[in-house]
């Protein structure tokens, strides 16, 4: 079965920093594409930043500039870098595992694999 265990996330204030990690098999890690979607309390969910095998990042209009997405091949891992946090990324982040992006953020449907997810709280 697979499975993307997901760490990090907790409280930060507004303008902190967080860093969520995702590892996963090596046969996922190797063959899709890997991110972050997140849910608000109350949204719909919401992809966040993605990274293909390639190494190609897509992120959503909102976090540009402010969250990074990396790999990192020795561990299966996926790191999200989250800096000046505001209020409103104040959600459920959960890894998510599509068999590729093309560049592009992927939707809902196209996720094969997802993680259990991690609270992110950013208060003002």
């Known amino acids: 079965q697979v499975q993307l265990m997901e760490s990090g996330g907790g409280s930060v204030q507004s303008g902190g920093s967080l860093t969520l990690s995702c590892t996963t098999s090596?046969?996922?890690?190797?063959?899709?594409?890997m991110g972050w979607f997140r849910q608000p309390p109350g949204k719909e969910r919401e992809a966040v930043a993605f990274?293909?095998?390639?190494?190609?990042?897509t992120y959503a209009d909102s976090v540009k500039g402010r969250f990074t997405i990396s790999r990192d091949n020795t561990q299966n891992m996926v790191t999200l870098q989250m800096n000046s946090l505001k209020p409103e990324d104040t959600a459920m982040y959960l890894c998510a595992s599509p068999p590729v992006c093309g560049g592009h953020l992927p939707p809902l449907i196209a996720v094969g694999y997802w993680g259990q997810g991690t609270q992110v709280t950013v208060s003002s």
């Open positions: 090596e046969y996922v890690y190797d063959a899709y594409c």
């Open positions: 990274i293909d095998t390639d190494g190609t990042t």
